[in-house]
């Protein structure tokens, strides 16, 4: 059985920075595309860190220069590292990751990606940023 755990959610002050972990069991996430999901309240679900299988890395534009996403093969684990966080980055924070099914060029899994259709998904950690 996959499971995907999320971790590291909280509350931080403007500025502050956050790590999140997502650790995964039945599953290896090096081997195929990875992503970082979040959703705001009243507002839909977006695509925010993405790695493919193919290593490329794909950032949102609200979260380029702030946020990264990297693993640890060891611990069979992603991390999304959030800096310079802001009240606009308050949202619960999913990570997900594709089938090896649904392997392919980069711009294939990217636009899986995009459009949220990821086989595994963590249930959530929450991120409060407060001003």
């Known amino acids: 059985q996959v499971q995907l755990v999320e971790s590291g959610g909280g509350l931080v002050q403007s500025g502050g920075s956050l790590r999140l972990s997502c650790a995964a069991s039945g599953v290896v996430f090096n081997r195929n595309a990875a992503a970082w999901y979040r959703q705001a309240p009243a507002k839909q679900r977006e695509l925010v860190a993405a790695l493919t299988s193919g290593g490329s890395l794909w950032y949102a534009d609200s979260v380029k220069g702030r946020f990264t996403l990297s693993g640890d093969n060891t611990k069979n684990t992603v991390y999304l590292q959030m800096s310079s966080l802001e009240p606009e980055d308050t949202a619960v924070y999913y990570c997900?990751?594709?089938?090896?099914?649904?392997?392919?060029?980069?711009?294939?899994?990217?636009?899986?990606?995009?459009?949220?259709?990821?086989?595994?998904w963590g249930q959530g950690t929450q991120v409060t940023v407060s001003s």
């Open positions: 997900a990751q594709l089938s090896r099914a649904k392997r392919g060029p980069d711009s294939q899994e990217r636009e899986k990606l995009r459009l949220g259709l990821p086989d595994y």
